[in-house]
């Protein structure tokens, strides 16, 4: 790091520099059913630099930069050729201006997680155990399972005088669940995040998603519905969310995507429903997207963007902060929508499809389209709950959300703590038989 900041100082077609570091410990192990097949771990070093060059052309400043990767075994001579080409390259980018991070004094509020301490391998070895531990019940078992846990060291330098340093953790679990009816057997794919060894939540997805993969066998097609409200629960509502952050941020205000200003009601007027409250924090329990720093060296805090649907604040990286003239949050992982008004049960009590997995929920932050293909669900006819599978649904976020309902209930999934059920209305439903 010393011999590469050298270099770069010294260096006269560099006017400003970043440098991004990682070192990661990864751990990794394969199961098929509750057998171990293989193991593997290594210890890598990934070294990513940043080459600025400010201009001016007719009057009006310049910011290019380039990325170039530094390798280990690099001499200081091919380091050296290697930052030359990113300077040249750099010289043709046209960003309009915008500042580098500055230091500063204050300190961040480091999350804790097991990990950050002790052998990797044992603390994957109780994070088995309590995977196992949970295995066949409710009619369904597990199929396979990959195991992957990095431990980050991340350091962070600029030429402004950023020197910044935090450890993050990337633990995934990819599982596949089974069950079986009378004609077939069915697998459910899912990939699980984490960041710390919480036995609790382990034992609690298991037994969630051998359920899941117990309805899947039993589930019947999806018939043809009509207005009745689709329920959306697990990672899909963080996902539909994320078109608030998207238009709540200075990147697409600056791009001219959004239209988005402070004191604005991002939901409209007249609303029926439950107005969304909307904030951003660095540090989740559990989320692989918890950081104390963004990659540019700015200290990451917790802030709150929208409350009662109106917009309290926009969310900027530091470029585009500076392009608006308003003070950076920086790119902060976690996501964070306060309960609304109904309890799950109210939720649950009326007719409605519950959908429980898509085979890919996709939300447009751009149009607010939305929707997906229905891998599993519940329809509840008001008596009788039919777990259902196949048919999609599809909407636009500006026609439901003037009376959408938000369980008072929270839950955690990924790097979203969101209302664990969101009711929609105006949604059409396409069953896969009349």
């Known amino acids: 790091m010393q011999a ?18 990682m070192d990661t410990q990864s751990t990794e192990l394969f199961f098929i059913k509750d057998e171990l097949q293989m193991n593997r771990g290594k210890t890598v070093n990934h070294i990513a630099v940043l080459v600025y060059k400010n201009f001016e052309l007719n009057g009006k400043k310049f910011k290019g930069s380039s990325r170039v990767k530094i390798e280990p075994t690099m001499s200081e001579a091919e380091i ?3 930052i030359n080409q990113g300077a040249l390259s750099a010289a043709f980018v046209k960003n309009e201006y915008y500042e580098l991070a500055d230091p500063t004094d204050e300190q961040p ?4 997680s097991i990990f950050s301490a002790g052998d990797p391998v044992e603390h994957m070895c109780n994070l088995i155990q309590s995977i196992y531990d949970e295995d066949r019940q409710n009619g369904a078992w597990i199929n396979s399972c990959e195991f992957f846990l990095d431990i980050n060291q991340v350091r962070i330098v600029n030429s402004k005088g950023v020197d910044v340093s935090f450890k993050s953790f990337r633990g995934e679990i990819e599982l596949i669940t089974e069950s079986e009816n009378e004609q077939e057997s069915i697998e459910l794919f899912n990939v699980l995040h984490f960041s710390d060894f919480d036995a609790n939540w382990i034992k609690e997805t298991i037994k969630n998603e051998l359920h899941l993969a117990q309805l899947r066998a039993n589930a019947v097609h999806l018939p043809m519905l ?14 539909f969310f994320d078109f608030y952050l998207g238009h709540v941020s200075a990147t697409m ?4 995507i959004s239209t988005v200003k402070l004191g ?13 409250s909307l904030s951003v924090t660095p540090y989740l329990k559990n989320s692989i997207f918890s950081a104390a720093y963004d990659q540019e060296g700015i200290l990451l805090k917790e802030t709150e963007l929208i409350d009662q649907g109106k917009v309290v604040a926009l969310y900027a990286r530091k470029r585009y902060a500076d392009y608006l003239k308003i003070k950076p949050t920086g790119e902060i992982g976690n996501l964070v929508v306060a309960g609304g008004s109904k309890t799950a049960d109210e939720i649950l009590s009326q007719p409605h499809l519950l959908v429980y997995k898509f085979s890919n929920f996709q939300m447009n932050n751009i149009t607010g389209d939305f929707g997906g293909e229905i891998r599993l669900g519940v329809y509840f ?21 003037k ?23 105006d949604v059409a439903i396409a069953g896969s038989q009349e």
Do not use: F, R
């Open 264 to 276: 604005d009601l991002i939901q409209g007027e007249d609303i029926k429903g439950d107005k969304i």
């Open 226 to 239: 009509k207005d009745i409200p689709v329920i959306l629960t697990g990672t899909p509502v963080g996902e």
């Open 381 to 401: 006819d008001g008596k009788n709950h039919m777990p259902v599978t196949l048919g999609s649904i599809s909407a636009n976020v500006h026609q439901v959300q």
């Open 403 to 425: 009376e959408m309902y938000l369980s008072k209930e929270t839950l955690q999934n990924e790097k979203y703590l969101v209302p664990k059920y969101l009711e929609l209305k």
């Open 253 to 256: 205000i600056y791009q001219q």
């Open 109 to 112: 509020t480091n999350g804790k």
């Open 4 to 21: 590469l900041i050298k270099l770069l100082e010294q260096n006269q077609m560099v006017d400003e520099y970043k440098i991004i570091s």
């Open 80 to 82: 050296e050729e290697k």
